[in-house]
């Protein structure tokens, strides 16, 4: 068996360069944001151009890479950008998601759910494994699945949401797992009710239904919070490997869901 690589970090007074998919917007746009502002070199991915100028903010280490994550080629090309433009790929935040249609199982059409899946998981793996060949040569990196707390523990009528984010659990630890001899870490922040556009798609703000069948407004909090843990997961040492981290808005009903 061959033994663990011992990953090669950006040279010193380098920046190190993070993938962010979804990040025209939401914790995708937080995030860029956040480590644009704190010297990191920032690929922008996702499938509309403009919201992601607006993230870059014409910074100058900001890369903008329109793309469709659910296209294999698509991808491939995002991450060959990346590493042609800044030398090579520290960090992937693996956070384009779709919340999918309000459905039961019964009431779920195929389409609907292939629709999801697409994203939720076809891309998610597409871009692991396009960001996961590219650390392997270059000798280790990160990789942090933006899971969701439905990962745990589902709501009400979001049963292809649920099932997807259910199964970044299993990327996440594939991932940690078959990239030890790589120096390849990965990690799962699972997120609950921050203050995103997704908030208003489950009525957190305005009710959102509960296991009861009755509907609660629900608190949230600051998109930058989300930022600030995935900045902390990014920037760990390489021989620090965070497998899982949960953050939620205190007095979510989420311990004891119903």
């Known amino acids: 068996m061959s033994s663990p690589l011992v990953p090669s970090p950006a040279p010193i007074n380098e920046p190190r360069t993070i993938v962010v998919t979804g990040a025209g917007s939401g914790i995708g746009r937080a995030v860029a944001t956040r480590l644009l502002s704190h010297g990191w070199n920032v690929v922008l991915a996702g499938r509309k151009v403009e919201p992601l100028r607006e993230t870059a903010a014409q910074h100058s280490a900001a890369l903008v890479v329109p793309t469709d994550v659910t296209d294999p080629k698509a991808v491939e090309h995002l991450f060959a950008q990346a590493v042609r433009h800044f030398g090579r790929i520290d960090v992937l935040f693996n956070n384009a998601g779709v919340f999918g249609p309000a459905a039961n199982i019964g009431e779920l059409s195929p389409e609907q ?17 396009s960001a996961f060949r590219h650390m392997q040569r270059a000798g280790g990196g990160r990789i942090i699945n933006n899971g969701s707390i439905s990962a745990q523990v589902p709501r009400p009528a979001t049963v292809a949401y649920a099932v997807t984010k259910h199964a970044i659990t299993g990327l996440t630890k594939s991932i940690e797992l078959d990239g030890r001899e790589y120096g390849i870490t990965a990690s799962q922040i699972d997120i609950g009710n921050a203050a995103s556009p997704m908030m208003a798609d489950v009525g957190a703000t305005s009710g959102a239904l509960q296991a009861d069948g009755t509907r609660k407004v629900e608190p949230t909090f600051d998109l930058e919070q989300a930022a600030a843990t995935i900045e902390f997961i990014a920037q760990s040492p390489a021989n620090v490997s965070l497998n899982q981290v949960t953050i939620t808005a205190a007095g979510m009903p989420f311990i004891g869901r119903g």
Request: proline share 0%; charged share 5%; with cysteine.
């Open 113 to 129: 759910w292939q629709e999801v899946c697409a994203v939720n998981l076809s891309g998610a793996m597409y871009c692991a494994g």
